[in-house]
């Protein structure tokens, strides 16, 4: 699998990650989560993202620490929270659940507006809690994420008000449908270029929403699912400026996943037009910005 370094990140992550939101389910053994990662590593894949907010993910990821991190694993966390002394409390949490007491990357999560973004950078926010992290040599590196219709427009006002060494935010081909969110998308993609900043593209299969209607998968958006499909959503998604993208929600795309990266090769424009263009969402998805199909 190819592997790219993460913008001025000292790692060349592998152009998919492990995401580790599907492996803390309740009802998933940890024989599954085991496969999972002897999957993961089986492909070549050498970068976790994990959060506190993924159920028992850390639990289920802890005995795999040591041989990750012998295998130069790249781990990156998150934060939910948005004052400086209770990030500092899942900073502990976060270290006591995954046995682990430094990580490589530590980011803001799920930063879905302005009025988030400027609860966490004020004065006693979350973002003094990174920052004194960094200080103490517990992470190497702060990132923020974001889902929703403005991740892109509220990263792209973050990395202007602090020097972020990573983004992560939802990019699909059924998203390049709106107009508005492929604009501000690809004004975040441009100034992450110009600053040498990490890419990390989640939601990579997302073709639409749910609706009313049952979930056949375990993913909260509707997920391309046949290799074709796969394959064509992954080769647009890692033709875009990226650097890596966390695996889906559902552990059972995991093979399909992988095995469209490994044969990924750079779309020209016009077959990433046509990818595009081919997008036909069964339901809009708004928590993302996948619109109705036209």
Same mark, same amino acid.
């Given at each position: 699998?190819?592997?790219?370094?993460?913008?001025?990140?000292?790692?060349?992550?592998?152009?998919?990650?492990?995401?580790?939101?599907?492996?803390?389910?309740?009802?998933? !053994?940890?024989?599954?989560?085991?496969?999972?990662?002897?999957?993961?590593?089986?492909?070549?894949?050498?970068?976790?993202?994990?959060?506190?907010?993924?159920?028992?993910?850390?639990?289920?990821? +802890?005995?795999?620490?040591?041989?990750?991190?012998?295998?130069?694993?790249?781990?990156?966390?998150?934060?939910?929270?948005?004052?400086?002394?209770?990030?500092?409390?899942?900073?502990?949490?976060?270290?006591?659940?995954?046995? @682990?007491?430094?990580?490589?990357?530590?980011?803001?999560?799920?930063?879905?507006?302005?009025?988030?973004?400027?609860?966490?950078?004020?004065?006693?926010?979350?973002?003094?809690?990174? @920052?004194?992290?960094?200080?103490?040599?517990? &992470?190497?590196?702060?990132?923020?994420?974001?889902?929703?219709?403005?991740? !892109?427009? @509220?990263?792209?006002?973050?990395?202007?008000?602090?020097?972020?060494?990573?983004?992560?935010?939802?990019?699909?081909?059924?998203?390049?449908?709106?107009?508005?969110?492929?604009?501000?998308?690809?004004?975040?993609?441009?100034?992450?270029?110009?600053?040498?900043?990490?890419?990390?593209?989640?939601?990579?299969?997302?073709?639409?929403?749910?609706?009313?209607?049952?979930?056949?998968? &375990?993913?909260?958006?509707?997920?391309?699912?046949?290799?074709?499909? @796969?394959?064509?959503?992954?080769?647009?998604?890692?033709?875009?400026?990226?650097?890596?993208?966390?695996? &889906?929600?559902? &552990?059972?795309?995991?093979?399909?996943?992988?095995?469209?990266?490994?044969?990924?090769?750079?779309?020209? +424009?016009?077959?990433?037009?046509?990818?595009?263009?081919?997008?036909?969402?069964?339901?809009?998805?708004?928590?993302?910005?996948?619109?109705?199909?036209?």
């Amino acid at each position: 699998m190819e592997r790219r370094r993460l913008g001025r990140v000292d790692h060349a992550s592998s152009v998919v990650s492990l995401g580790a939101a599907g492996l803390g389910r309740a009802d998933l !053994p940890q024989a599954e989560v085991d496969r999972a990662v002897e999957l993961a590593l089986a492909h070549g894949v050498d970068h976790l993202d994990i959060a506190p907010s993924y159920g028992q993910a850390m639990e289920r990821m +802890a005995p795999w620490m040591p041989r990750l991190r012998e295998a130069s694993w790249f781990i990156g966390a998150k934060t939910r929270q948005r004052t400086r002394a209770a990030v500092w409390d899942c900073i502990r949490a976060c270290q006591r659940r995954l046995g @682990v007491e430094t990580f490589d990357l530590f980011q803001l999560h799920a930063v879905t507006s302005l009025d988030e973004l400027d609860e966490a950078m004020r004065p006693g926010g979350a973002l003094e809690a990174l @920052v004194e992290m960094r200080a103490q040599g517990l &992470t190497r590196y702060i990132g923020i994420t974001g889902h929703g219709p403005q991740a !892109p427009r @509220v990263q792209l006002e973050a990395l202007r008000r602090f020097d972020f060494d990573t983004v992560m935010f939802p990019l699909t081909a059924a998203l390049y449908l709106n107009a508005d969110y492929r604009r501000d998308a690809e004004a975040l993609l441009a100034a992450a270029q110009a600053r040498n900043v990490g890419v990390q593209a989640i939601k990579m299969l997302a073709r639409g929403g749910w609706g009313a209607g049952p979930r056949e998968l &375990t993913c909260w958006y509707d997920p391309h699912r046949s290799q074709p499909d @796969v394959d064509r959503a992954l080769w647009w998604l890692l033709s875009q400026p990226v650097h890596t993208a966390p695996s &889906t929600g559902e &552990t059972r795309l995991l093979p399909r996943i992988f095995a469209a990266a490994e044969r990924f090769r750079p779309l020209s +424009a016009a077959d990433q037009a046509a990818a595009v263009a081919a997008q036909r969402p069964p339901r809009p998805e708004p928590g993302l910005g996948i619109p109705a199909a036209a």
